[in-house]
Every structure is written in C-alpha cells, then in structure tokens.
C-alpha cells in the first residue's frame, strides 16, 4: 500500500483565503481509534429519545437511585394486565429449573424473595421502564429457547425477550409479570470466514466481542452504537439497529444473511443461511429483523462483514444556510463517493448551547447557521487525503461552505466529534428536553426546526430570562441517513410547550411520510405513534403477521403494534 | 478532482518479471461504457439456467420459431389447470374492458381470436414455457390494478403478473389459462431526490431507461443485468435479480426502501417510503422482494440509488489453485476495498473450450487450471489505478497470480469480459450443455465441480472422442457472490448424465447448506427443488405466508412454492 509519508500541501481556498489557510491542516491518519468517538456519539443519541420530564426536570438530568424508577404501569395508567395469561406458579419455575439445569440460570422471585436480584432484568438503563417480573430465565442454547416458548405457549405464560437490555423504547423490560427470557448466555461466535466475509454467532455475542474478533481478523461488524459493549447483535437485530455505520454499510435488512430464531410454539427457525444470494421462496427472516421480539426470539445470527478500513480522516464545517448544506452533502458524495463515511449536522444553535453549557471552545470563530460533520474511511490515506483535499477546495473555492477545519491528529478527531457528541448532555444543561428522533426527507429535514421554532416562539414561549420555559429549539443528526433530531430544551415543564408540541411534531412529519422513529424502534414509547408513520393499511398487515405467528399474543405483549 | 495525465510506471513484479512487465499495461479511464460489457455479460449468464435439452440438443443452440415452443402443459404433464378457477367469459372481458377504457390495454383471445398476439405474453423469451393465455390486461395505474385484482378474486379467476418477461425460471408467463396483468402501461418515474439519491418510479418502468435517467444525474440504479433494456424494475424487486452491482452495492433487500403493491384482494399496500430509516413495525415489504408475484403485484418502487464511479478498470489473471483464487480474492477485498465492483472466476476448461468453440484469443499465454477476472470501479482514476497496481504488484510478489494482463482502453477492457462472457454461448457449441446456477460456501465453490467431473469420468462418461457424451465439466461464476455456475457441454442428451448428476448436484449443494437457485427464483423451474435449499419449517412458513395474503390462490398459480 501507498507510504503515508508525502508532505501535504495547504489549501488555497478562493474564497476567504486568510482564514481558511490557517485554519485547514493538514490530517494524518490515526488507524482505528475514532471508533471509540462513535461509540460515544451514539451513546449520547441514546439520550436524545423523548422521555417524561420531571416537574424539577431531574430525568434528563442523570439518573436517580433504583428506587425512584417509577413502575411502567404507573406511567401507563391506561395499560392493564391483560387476563388471559396464566399467572408464575412454583411449579412452573421447578419446570423452568429442572429444564436449564442450572440454578445460576434461574432468577427466581416465586418461590422466594429476589427482588433485588430480578431488579437488573426489569428495568431499563436509561431508568424510565420498570416492570414486575417474578422469573427470569437464561436459556443456554436454541433447544433450550425452543422449550422454554413451548411451555410458555402451552401454558399462557407471557415473556419478554432481552438481549442487552440497552433499547431505547423499553422494548426488552416487562410491563407486567412477563417471563424475562436473557440470552446473555447464549454467547457463542460459531464461524467467520475471511474470504467471503460472512460471520455467525449467537444472539447473546456482545457487539463490541464480535467487532473485536473481526477487527483482528481485519473486518468490520457492519454496526456501530454507542452501547456496544453491553448490547447484543441478538437484540441489534431484533430492532434493526441502526447506528453509525448504516451511511457506509448500508441497513441490517441487507447485511443480515441468515437468522435462526424461535417461534411461540417453539418451533426453530432454521434460516442460518451463510450465502449471499439465495433466491429460493419469501425471505422470511426480515420479519424478524426489528420486529422487537413480538413473534419469536432470535438466537443467531449470520452477517455480510466488509474489510475494515485502516484510515479515517474528519473534517467540520461552517454553512450559511440550510441548501448549502444540502449542497454540501452532494459534493461530499461526489467526491468523497466510496470513502464518506458519516455526514453529521449539528445547526449553529446547538454548537452555541454546547458552548453555553459545557464552556467548550468551537473550533471554528464566528457565527454559522450550520455546520456539518464529514468522515471519510478508506484502504489508503493518501488517496483519501487526496479525496478530502480536492472536496475541501470545491466547497470553500465555491463558498459552499464558509468555514472549515480539518483534524490533523486522533485527538483532533476526538475534539471535533464531541461538537456532535456533546449536544444531547448539553441541552440538559437548563432542566430538561423534548426529543424527537425522525425520518424525514432530505430537503424538508431542517424546516421542521425553524416551523417548530417559529411556533414556540410566537406562542410567547421561548426566551433568554427565567420566565420563558424554553431555551431554544435546536436540530441536529445523521445528516446522511436523513434522520433529525429535534431538541427543544427546556428550563421547567410546562403543559403549554407539550401541548405546543404534540401533535403538531408528528403531524408535521406525518404529512411529509416520515418516521416517528428512525431507529429506535416502537416498544412501548413509539407504539401509539404509530399511526403517524404506518398507514391503517399497514398497521392491519402488522396485526396479521402477529396473529400469525404469535396466536397467543405471549410475546412481547403491551408494546409494538 | 485529481487530474488522471499523471504518467503511469510499469509494474516490476518480484516473480517471472519478464513475461508480466510485457503484459501488464497501464491502465486508462474510459467512463461507463464497461457496463455494456456487464450487460451482454448477464445476458449470457442468463443461458446458464439448467434447461431441457432436446436429443439434438438443440435447446442450447438459440431460438426455434414460435410454433415450436412446447406449451409448459406438456413439458409438466403433472401439473393440472385447478378446477376451482373459473373460465374466462366474455362478461370477464367485457368488464376489463370497460374498466381499462382503452382497447388497446386489453388483449381479448376470448370473444375473438387473438392467439398471435397472444403468443408475446404467453411465451418466455428463452422459448422453454408457453402458457395458454386468453386474456392481457394493462392496467395505466395502482387503482385500476386494484380493481382488476378485485375482481379476480372475487371471481375466482388466475392471473399472472408480467413485467418485461424476461426472467428464467417461467415465472411470468402463465401455464394455463391465467390472465396476464401486464404491467408496462406503468412507466412513470415519479421523484428523483438528487441530495439523498431516492428514486421512486413506477414498476413498469425499463431498467435501463431508469439507471440512464440516474446516469444524467450521476447516480447509478444499484442493479445491473443483461435484461436491462426490457426487463422491469418492478419485476427486478419481484425477482430480487441479483446482477453485476451486487458485490458492490448490496441486495435489494437493502437498497429497496418502499414498495407500492396490490394484494389479491385489490388492497392497496402505500409502503412507498422516502427513508433510509423506518423502525415502526414489521418490514412487510419484504416479503414482496423476491415474493415474484404470489401475493401481490409490485405497481410502485422506492429505491436507494448511488453516486455513478466515473473511473472503471479490468484485470485479468491465470492461478495455480482454487486456494489461490481465494487468496487472491481475499487480497483484492484488502487491497481495492471500497473500489472492488466485480471478482469473476473463471476456470482453465472453460476457457480452453472458448478457445476450442470459438477461435477467440485467450489474454494469458500457457496454461492456468484458474483465471479471475477483478473489475474495480471509483471515484478517481490516479487512486483506482495506484490502488490496483499495489494489489497487482502484491499478488504477483507473493505469487498468488501467475500471470496477468489490465486493460488499457475501452475495447481490451471488453475483450477482458468476453473472456467471462463468452463461455455459456461457447459451451453450447457441441449441442447440449447441463447447466447449475448455485450458491455454495466460497471454500467448497469449485469443489463440487471438481468432484462432479470426477464422479463423470469415474463412470466413463467423459472424453475427447464422439463416443464420450461429455465434453467436458467445468465451473466459472460469480465468486465475489458465491455463486457458482456449473456447466456439462455435452455431444448429445444421455439419461445416464442425467442421472449421475441428479439428484447428486442438489444433495451437494443441500449438504452445504448452498441454495440450488442463487439469483434466478423459483417460477416454475426450480419449484421442484426448493426442499434441496429450504427445511421443511422454512417451506411451511413460507406457505403460511402465501394463504395469507393469498388464500384463494389466484396469484401466480403452479409455481415457486
């Protein structure tokens, strides 16, 4: 491969010369390591999930001891225990005992009192779910899972699947009594081969376990978020994560060559499929890729991984508008084409409110608008320094963009996503914040934010003093996957911003046929949204796939569709 | 972008430098026409379907006239008209009639005879299935394909959707008497998005008339196929084609972002989404996507579309070993990375016979047991061709490649893909050829060839004089995909070919866990074999599906599962 070595030469932007010059270095390469931004990143996603805010907004503010997690049928005053399921006797827990073998695999709040032991598998991480289970088990195989739903099935057990328990919807934490299925124990790679790529595991492989042993093996797991070293790929399948990756490498409805899963009736799904193409009858296995668990529980997987690439550059812009940015990220395309690896925005709002907050210095002086994040990865740093180079000297020599830097080290890296990364801990800064996490077409993506604006501002309720609830509305995301969020910080909660709000976000988004939720999935936070995203046509084809598989309605109940 | 004057060096490989230095020539850019070269490239990968062979052997030698094609019935004299759909009638037609508005979007062979203008619609373009068809109708819209379906169902009356009818497995042409909904009234590109690259059109519309609108925008339809100047994108998502762009851009699992399509009931599936990111509820298109047209009729599709790669270079290599070809495989995945677009294998038998059949000039001097083909395709022609001169001189250091040539123009780098391109039109040249389109682990791919021509020559059925049926056993394909094409040219049918390699090369495949159809579907060729690819729960699961959203049966009769 080429030598790193070559000088660099300055940028001579047209426009601006001055200070561009002194502003673009020159970047090096730094292997790897950005990864660990990412992971930060997404990290700090997680946290831009819309979430009740406390009178005192405290929720936003970290979390509080075990204790305050408020039960989510108190949240949910609406939702009951549906009867119909059988209630855990003793004598099911002996079965479950018996079945698994060992006692270590069995979390047993029947027979005795484990309430501290079960608190682990019933709540969420964010602490804003919580349930009453009883009984968790931890199958150790895919025989295990089979019997395990088969006697739930049988019996009228409801359970609720749960991989690392790291969603952001409180999809994998029991509402009611639900069995908790963990599949932590199924943690088992079972092959990867370095000439196709195609690696399989179990469901209960850590994400971060299986991107290390591809890393060494010089792949790349075609997923990355920011709670990879808790989440399982299990459950990144389940709910179609979607991560930092999903620009490059494309959804996991694509990479996803094979699954084996577990219906109801505790038949296996045999669909481990290690081929790239095979046309032979309906895929099925996509139903189960983001369907959360709610027909069946996947335990393995098989994945299309790609070479890992040794060099990753970032640069971070300045714009003027938001058709500049747009502009911007079709030049990125174009030139940076096979190597863009991630397109950030973050609008000049929320780079102010981070310096507000956080005292943290931008990298670039003066006010912009917008800026934008780009990150290019490839097989040769020279080439793509190259790429990045002749990409910098058309969007500055064009204005496209006004202003610009470049990292020259990993550290600079580092500095330049935590303007990304640093948003959603910052807006916490004055009490709380509402988060919306949507799909939204490209070139309507930012008007939600200045409409949004506009009407809290012209309800009178956004200001710079104490008597205003709102600080400012900001919006930011994954640029590249068209995927905003719109953050509105808050100083206290207020019924008039909520009711400002809601539903007009949605119905703003709805118009436009975009996403409640991009990539969080539904749970039991999205599902009565639904209906802004999912016409009645679609949402009845979902009831007729749950009915199909899950006639009992055992898995997953209170939550999806 | 980088200028591409830049003068090129010779590559000075460490083994056998003289004969290399003399072959190797540098390569230039020559734009996108290397896609016309993919294109006849598929169209002779379409002839690789297994398929009938007359005594004469005549199947393999090119079209006979229309009356000559045998009517499916007789070919598949198992196979019964089922009762329970009605005859059409002439107030059938009537209403079609009245409902399309226009006489020229019914094909009436009812109340009147129409039987040669029928024959278009009633036969595969390979010439191996004819239906009996009575009845075309073309409906302009989604709605009138609605009604039509309707209709049908409520009627009990079979239909069979057709787009450009050029698929291999007789999956578009009806076997009796099923109206045919002919969808190439509906060829309307609806949105271009040119900063996200969403392009959504209706399913009717031309391939190629589709991916030359992207190419004006400097994007590219992430499929391409041999077809592409009739065949459909509606029927390319029913199919899930796979194609030339798949090693690079993925399957359309993941690149088709929203469907439109008509269940049997006339119900409107609205699924046509502008997202890359969607995590509300099931991913029912799916099933769709390779669904080829047994529970619904595709009218609309959303799909992802790239940045078209200006800069495309070919190489051509001779290897020792299977091993060696997926060294060298592994090596241009490391080294070309993110430009690599195709890695064809090809080996030394099939390309003898090319020599053998048709005169043609082999690139390589002597003898290699493999050849590989390596397209690579980018953003910037001095890094594509400084990134494959570094794996060239790579792969020729460590002696992985024993030999090589690169284009150095538009014609070698056609001539390159003749090398691949001409083989299945070469290996019909001593009258018959027995031909497998399979998926198989990369490792084992060129085993089944070797232990096939084994098992053959074992039972003497192989040699270089008339009394031998077999000319020859030979493997060349896909590898980039796993997707092996197993080819017997033979001098004359056999039943004793016939049977050493059935049910052989199935129970092969099945053992591995590969798929006996990796890119063409089911229809009705392959229908017979799916249990050699599919477990018993799979085919079961896939029935479910099939009742219900068909549970009168009307779609797409007598075929896939």
């Given at each position: 491969m080429a030598s790193v070595s070559r000088v660099a030469s300055r940028l001579r932007p047209a426009s601006n010369p001055r200070q561009i010059s002194h502003r673009i270095t020159r970047i090096r390469p730094f292997a790897q390591r950005r990864w660990q931004a990412g992971q930060a990143e997404a990290t700090s996603s997680a946290t831009s999930e819309p979430r009740q805010i406390d009178v005192d907004g405290g929720a936003t503010k970290g979390p509080s001891p075990a204790k305050a997690i408020k039960f989510t049928s108190e949240s949910y005053p609406d939702l009951k225990r549906d009867p119909k399921y059988a209630k855990i006797s003793s004598e099911h827990v002996e079965y479950f005992k018996k079945l698994l073998g060992s006692e270590s695999a069995v979390v047993d709040g029947v027979s005795q009192?484990?309430?501290?032991?079960?608190?682990?598998?019933?709540?969420?991480?964010?602490?804003?779910?919580?349930?009453?289970?009883?009984?968790?088990?931890?199958?150790?195989?895919?025989?295990?899972?089979?019997?395990?739903?088969?006697?739930?099935?049988?019996?009228?057990?409801?359970?609720?699947?749960?991989?690392?328990?790291?969603?952001?919807?409180?999809?994998?934490?029991?509402?009611?009594?639900?069995?908790?299925?963990?599949?932590?124990?199924?943690?088992?790679?079972?092959?990867?081969?370095?000439?196709?790529?195609?690696?399989?595991?179990?469901?209960?492989v850590i994400l971060e376990v299986a991107d290390n042993f591809l890393a060494e093996k010089k792949h790349i797991f075609p997923l990355d978020l920011g709670a990879k070293g808790s989440c399982q790929?299990?459950?990144?399948v389940a709910t179609n994560a979607g991560g930092l990756r999903l620009l490059r490498y494309g959804s996991l409805h694509g990479n996803v060559l094979g699954i084996e899963a577990v219906l109801p009736n505790g038949t296996i799904v045999d669909d481990l499929s290690k081929l790239r193409k095979n046309n032979t009858g309906y895929d099925i296995k996509q139903l189960f890729i983001g369907g959360e668990g709610t027909i069946g529980i996947i335990t393995g997987v098989s994945i299309q991984c790609a070479q890992r690439s040794p060099a990753i550059n970032v640069a971070y812009f300045g714009l003027d508008s938001f058709e500049k940015v747009q502009t911007a990220f079709r030049e990125a395309k174009g030139h940076l084409s096979e190597i863009l690896s991630a397109f950030e925005l973050m609008d000049g709002r929320s780079q102010n409110l981070v310096t507000k907050a956080s005292g943290r210095k931008l990298p670039l002086e003066g006010e912009h608008p917008f800026h934008c994040l780009v990150e290019t990865s490839g097989s040769n740093s020279d080439h793509d320094n190259e790429k990045l180079?002749?990409?910098?000297?058309?969007?500055?020599?064009?204005?496209?963009?006004?202003?610009?830097?470049?990292?020259?080290?990993?550290?600079?890296?580092?500095?330049?996503?935590?303007?990304?990364?640093?948003?959603?801990?910052?807006?916490?800064?004055?009490?709380?914040?509402?988060?919306?996490?949507?799909?939204?077409?490209?070139?309507?993506?930012?008007?939600?934010?200045?409409?949004?604006?506009?009407?809290?501002?012209?309800?009178?309720?956004?200001?710079?003093?104490?008597?205003?609830?709102?600080?400012?509305?900001?919006g930011y995301g994954h640029m590249g996957d068209s995927n905003l969020?719109?953050?509105?910080?808050?100083?206290?909660?207020?019924?008039?911003?909520?009711?400002?709000?809601?539903?007009?976000?949605?119905?703003?988004?709805?118009?436009?046929?975009?996403?409640?939720?991009?990539?969080?999935?539904?749970?039991?936070?999205?599902?009565?949204?639904?209906?802004?995203?999912?016409?009645?046509?679609?949402?009845?084809?979902?009831?007729?796939?749950?009915?199909?598989?899950?006639?009992?309605?055992?898995?997953?109940?209170?939550?999806?569709?």
């Open positions: 009192d484990a309430s501290e032991d079960l608190e682990a598998f019933n709540s969420d991480w964010m602490r804003k779910y919580r349930g009453h289970a009883k009984l968790v088990v931890k199958p150790g195989n895919t025989e295990e899972v089979s019997k395990i739903l088969k006697y739930c099935n049988d019996n009228m057990l409801a359970v609720v699947p749960q991989g690392g328990n790291t969603g952001l919807v409180g999809g994998s934490v029991p509402v009611f009594d639900e069995i908790v299925i963990n599949l932590s124990r199924m943690n088992r790679i079972r092959s990867f081969d370095e000439v196709s790529g195609i690696f399989v595991a179990d469901a209960g790929i299990g459950g990144n180079e002749a990409f910098l000297e058309h969007v500055m020599g064009e204005e496209i963009v006004s202003d610009g830097v470049v990292a020259q080290d990993q550290t600079q890296v580092l500095d330049l996503w935590g303007c990304r990364e640093g948003i959603p801990e910052c807006l916490g800064h004055w009490g709380g914040v509402y988060k919306y996490d949507l799909s939204i077409p490209i070139n309507e993506l930012y008007a939600l934010v200045e409409e949004t604006r506009e009407k809290l501002t012209s309800a009178g309720l956004v200001g710079d003093s104490e008597q205003y609830p709102i600080v400012d509305v900001v969020h719109l953050n509105v910080p808050v100083r206290r909660y207020e019924k008039e911003v909520e009711n400002q709000l809601e539903p007009f976000v949605f119905e703003w988004v709805s118009k436009r046929n975009g996403s409640i939720s991009a990539e969080h999935g539904l749970g039991i936070a999205k599902k009565p949204f639904i209906r802004y995203s999912r016409s009645p046509t679609i949402i009845e084809l979902m009831r007729q796939i749950k009915n199909l598989y899950d006639p009992n309605g055992i898995m997953n109940p209170y939550k999806y569709v």
